[in-house]
Structure formats: C-alpha cells, structure tokens
C-alpha cells in the first residue's frame, strides 16, 4: 500500500462549489503538507501542519482551509472553488529531522474548476 | 529574498549518455537546506535528496551524484549512464533551516532520454 494516498485523484467542479481534498498517511509522520502546482512551475505550499494541533499558512493559504482530522489525515478544502485554483495538488509528509531526512509525496490530485 | 534557478528549461540526450541538471540559488541565510525532486510523466513527485549548507561533501546514490559548491551557489545533479526512466522533470529547491514551511521551487528542468 502507498504511504500516503489522496482522493480524490481527479475532480471536476464548478465555480462556486465547497470541495474537500483528502490525505492519508501510514508513515506515523508528525509534519504534513498541501502543495500545488500550476503548469510550467514549482510546488507552492498552501498550509502545513507540524502536529494536529498545529496549523500553519503557507504561501498561498488565501481562499483554502485545512483540517488536521488525526495525525494520519489532513484535509484541505476550498471553500467557494473558482478557475485559478485550477491545479495539480500534493499531499506530503516529512520527518526531516530523522536521519534518513525524507518527504514522501502523495500520487496528486488534479482539479478543473470550471 | 530566497530563489532558485534551474536555467535548463528543456535537455534531450541519447540513452546511456551522462547528463547534468544545474541549479543555482540565492539566498542570505548561512544555514539552508538543498532539495532535488524528481517528476514522472505520471505526476508523481518523489523526494531525492536533502543536503545542508554545511556539508559541502558531494553525494553518490547509484547512478545520480550532487556537487554541491558553495563558492558558486551551486547543487549540481548529474545522472550517470542515463536510461528512459530517467525522463522526468526534475527540481531543484531551497529552504532556510529549520523552515520546512519555506521551501522555494525552481522551475524545473524537463529531461528527455531518447532510446
């Protein structure tokens, strides 16, 4: 099974429309991510959470919410979808302290807002 | 400011040939982390490594090696004897220690091995 899984993996939706992304780990990580990307371009990061009872805003935080449901779980919604958040998103965990220092990506979740 | 350039935007070359993704970064901090990640034409992203700014030791894992030099901000990723699974878009990315939550992309290079 893959350490981190996302659902869905594709989604289309309207402007408008309240969505919720998942993601799920079996890596026992502390530090979860959600990142997108656009085409042509690197990862941005939305938010992070260092513990579930740590949320933090990323770069881009402005029009996302996130839940730290369990420190396996961490959901990113967007709360009235529109066009530009029309992307390619990543779940990631980390334990970069460990000596093996490693992020362990999820396969990704493609969204269209139309 | 922080930033990270991958110059290469496309390279092409012939299986089992060597090849060189360069990245160069900015940045004022004296204690920084330095990511290379790798992306398959299926999507996913997959973590190769991180190296801190104090060990400039460069890195050997099977066919992929890391030059890391800090006299010209540069971490170089050379993949030896290259091979179709090789192709991807491959990036370069930096973050100031201990904040996980700044970690700047570049903007990648594509790499294509051609059989």
């Known amino acids: 099974d893959a350490d981190v899984t996302q659902t869905p993996r594709n989604r289309i939706t309207k402007t408008g429309k309240r969505i919720m992304l998942e993601c799920s780990q079996t890596k026992g990580h502390d530090r979860m991510y959600w990142y997108r990307q656009d085409p042509g371009l690197g990862l941005r990061l939305i938010y992070y959470s260092f513990d579930v009872k740590d949320i933090n805003k990323g770069e881009i935080s402005d029009g996302y919410s996130v839940s730290r449901q369990a420190q396996a779980k961490f959901s990113l919604s967007l709360e009235s979808a529109i066009p530009n958040q029309t992307a390619l998103y990543f779940c990631?965990?980390?334990?970069?302290?460990?000596?093996?220092?490693?992020?362990?990506f999820g396969p990704g979740t493609r969204l269209l807002v139309l | 400011a922080q930033k990270v350039t991958q110059a290469q935007t496309e390279i092409s070359v012939v299986e089992k040939e060597d090849v060189t993704l360069d990245c160069v970064y900015e940045?004022?901090?004296?204690?920084?982390?330095l990511f290379w990640y790798k992306q398959p034409p299926s999507g996913e992203l997959v973590f190769l490594i991180r190296?801190?700014?104090?060990?400039?030791q460069n890195e050997i894992s099977g066919r992929y090696s890391w030059n890391f030099q800090k006299s010209t901000s540069s971490f170089n990723f050379t993949i030896t004897a290259s091979q179709v699974v090789d192709s991807a878009v491959y990036f370069c990315a930096l973050s100031e220690a201990g904040r996980d939550d700044k970690i700047i992309f570049g903007k990648g290079t594509r790499l294509h091995i051609l059989p």
């Open positions: 190296r801190n700014s104090f060990d400039e």
């Open positions: 990631a965990t980390s334990d970069l302290r460990a000596p093996e220092e490693t992020q362990y």
């Open positions: 940045t004022r901090d004296t204690t920084y982390y």
